[in-house]
């Protein structure tokens, strides 16, 4: 069974910076795609970005392509999101997850396993 834990979330003021990080036990990363999710009360869960293990293919949201990254370190079984530029918007509580296939997408319904979340505020 798999286990994810985000950490790195906090209060940063707009145009600051936060890395999440999101480690997983119980498979290696090379067998998974990683997904960042977002969530403000109120809304539906927001696809933030993915990275592909299989192809290190990446993908964005559009309200966050130039500002966040995604890396990994394959050592730790660790995948970063950077967040660079961050704006007020940019507040919710931000979760990690995984889904087996090979494909990197956005939409939360896709993902099977999921961590508790780390809440990322933006204010001055």
């Known amino acids: 069974q798999l286990h994810l834990v985000e950490s790195g979330g906090g209060l940063v003021q707009p145009g600051g910076s936060l890395r999440l990080s999101c480690t997983v036990s119980?498979?290696?990363?090379?067998?998974?795609?990683v997904g960042w999710f977002r969530q403000v009360p109120g809304k539906e869960r927001e696809g933030v970005s993915c990275?592909?293990?299989?192809?290190?293919?990446?993908d964005y949201a559009d309200s966050v392509k130039g500002r966040f990254t995604v890396s990994s370190d394959h050592a730790e079984n660790t995948v970063y999101l950077q967040m660079n530029s961050l704006k007020p918007d940019d507040t919710a509580v931000y979760y990690c997850?995984?889904?087996?296939?090979?494909?990197?997408?956005?939409?939360?319904?896709?993902?099977?396993?999921w961590g508790q979340g780390t809440q990322v505020t933006v204010s001055s």
């Open positions: 997850a995984t889904r087996s296939g090979v494909s990197c997408r956005l939409h939360h319904t896709l993902y099977t396993d």
């Open positions: 119980g498979r290696s990363l090379g067998l998974l795609t």
């Open positions: 990275w592909s293990s299989a192809n290190d293919v990446t």
